[in-house]
């Protein structure tokens, strides 16, 4: 082969070399960008990590939820929560599908994804206050008092919204929820930090007084559900830190004269009443909502029609998806998956008051009182609604029932009940 062939087939090899050199060149400029831009996002990270950990470090708050954090909760009590909260989502989207399928201006998922998202919500919420120390609310009882006391006046002021005759509602959320809330806290608070106030006819006046001032303005809305809520929240809380029995006598007095007094005073109190003694006979009119709910659980028998079956929920029931969502799961999922859901709703109390029981101190022990009771007397008086065993008051199922601020404001008490539980002293620990 001649030198000429061997120079040309060499001058395109000599060509791709001198042509490549400025590639290489900028490839590594390029890599040497690359490489500063990670080394620069790495410093950020980590200055920024650095400032996270020197606030937390310095923050009363952070530092305590991670204290809190490091303490063990009551698992079945979180697990039980889950299982619920999982079911009611479950329930609330076959029931509510109907009624937004009809609605032409919303999707069909639209109360589904609402009530998940304020689920979502409601779960970091809780996971806050379950590693928030519990006594800290203390502080906070009277505050949440005025505060909730103010909203429940201005519901009924033109800032309040009217939905079927009733006007419970300010800037879309209920007033209520949170005077629940506020009770148990000031109720605990003062009966843990004043024993004998139990005990003193004058001292349970001013009790009297406090809860009184919410009955009068639910009353007024009106929403007597939430109002026997908060009776019976605050009797249970005032029970178990030492009222002696016999001051039921005048308290049970005073009750069958406010019933007395409502029924001839109130119309819509006397014509759910009526209903509630003949439901057929209002068929058409004050009994609707009760014949629908027994006709749908009647429906159900022993397994149910099957999940997304019911009939009723398509317009015939008013409140598929809120008061009356019982009544479409005992349609879908028949006896046998009702009972099976009111096994965990009284497991779900048991774990309650076993908290209650083993809390760390009496204040502890009377807020967990509080919570379970509103828990177990809500869950009672939903389903003696819907079962016909008790007039149609507008009692909501917890963790079931559509409705955001309620949603919330019962993973908050769920979260609270956890950091109780993550206080109870390792002798009172199975």
Known sequence: MSSASRTGRNKPARRRAVSGSPRREKDAVRRQKKAGKRVEKARRTQQRRSRIQQYQQNSPFFRGLMEERQKKMDAPLLLITFMLLGIGLIALMSSSYPKAYYSSDISPFYYFIRQLGMAAVGLVIMWIASCYDYHKYRGWAKWLYLVSLIMLILVLTPLGTS?????????????????????????????????????????LLMYAALIGVFILLLAMEPHMS?????????????????????????????????????????????????????????????GWQAVQSLIAIGSGGAFGLGLGESRQKFLYLPEPFNDFIFSVVCEELGFIGAALILVLFAYFVFRGFYVALRAKDRFGSLIAVGITMQFAFQILLNLAV????????????????????????QLLEIGILLNISR????????
């Open 163 to 203: 939905i079927n005759q009733a006007q419970r509602w300010l800037f879309g959320f209920q007033p209520s929820e949170i005077a629940k809330l506020a009770i148990i806290l000031l109720f605990a608070t003062v009966a843990s930090g004043r024993p004998k106030s139990v005990h003193s006819i004058k001292s």
């Open 386 to 409: 819907v079962s016909g065993l008790f007039p149609v008051t507008g009692a909501s199922l917890p963790l079931f029932s559509y409705g955001g601020t309620a949603l919330v404001m």
């Open 226 to 286: 939430a109002a026997m809520i908060l009776v019976v929240i605050g009797f249970m809380i005032l029970f178990v830190a030492g009222m002696r029995v016999w001051f039921l006598i005048p308290v049970g007095i005073a009750g069958v004269i406010i019933a007395i007094a409502a029924y001839f005073t109130m119309d819509h109190v006397q014509t759910r009443l009526n209903a509630f003694l003949d439901p057929f006979s209002y068929a058409s009119d004050k």
């Open 423 to 430: 206080n109870i002293p390792p002798s009172r620990k199975d």
